[in-house]
């Protein structure tokens, strides 16, 4: 098994391209700031955050060059027993690339990929506010208990119902959590706007 690293932990000093938004956001996994620049890679950063195989992941890690031409890796991602290097917006066989004696799988992420997503990011981009902003508040004992509870398909209302009898909202911030954790899931997100009817199932209900 490749040993993975940990040496992407800032981003290279890079202007902001002109006409580019900025997007200042807070990265869970990875516990700091980062700032996105532009929509593909604001999207690509929910995608990150919201799959649960990703363990780490490093905004504008490195340049890489390809003939001559440098061009800046958009995120150095680590996830179960690989690294790879991802582009946003290129569409070539781009495979490998190495950085000092470290050989990298890069990955192009074509600006295609994403727009078929916009439903599972923009529920997202809901959630993990909730997520940041209950991160500290929530025991692991409770959000146990809350997954514990979840033992078939349920209806987010009837989850708070039945166990929010004094903060509804701090429930529906465990249940988010133990979705981005890869506890509980919700395939519905991925076509359907999240809402008090949106189901939430244990990770054991997937076929």
Not at 145 to 160: A, D, R, T, W, Y
Not at 176 to 186: I, M, Q, V
Request: proline share 7%; aromatic share 10%; hydrophobic share 35%.
């Amino acid at each position: 098994m490749k040993k993975l690293t940990t040496c992407f932990q800032a981003p290279v000093s890079m202007a902001r391209p002109r006409g580019t938004r900025r997007i200042d956001v807070y990265g869970l996994k990875i516990g700091r700031r980062l700032q996105c620049f532009g929509e593909a890679a604001y999207s690509q950063w929910v995608r990150l955050e919201a799959s649960p195989s990703v363990q780490l992941y490093c905004e504008r890690p490195a340049y890489l060059d390809f003939g001559g031409v440098r061009i800046p890796a958009d995120y150095w991602v680590k996830e179960d027993n690989r690294e790879s290097l991802l582009l946003i917006g290129e569409s070539g066989q781009i495979s490998t690339t190495t950085i000092g004696s470290t050989q990298y799988d890069v990955r192009a992420i074509p600006s295609a990929e994403l727009a078929p997503m916009r439903t599972w990011i923009e529920n997202w981009e809901r959630m993990l506010p909730v997520i940041t902003s209950y991160r500290d508040l929530l025991t692991d004992s409770f959000l146990k208990s809350v997954e514990k509870f979840v033992s078939e398909p349920m209806q987010l209302s009837f989850i708070e119902k039945e166990l929010g009898t004094s903060d509804p909202t701090t429930v529906r911030a465990a249940v988010f959590t133990l979705l981005h954790r890869g506890r509980l899931h919700a395939p519905q997100l991925r076509t359907e706007p999240l809402s008090f009817l949106s189901h939430f199932e244990p990770e054991n209900a997937r076929p």
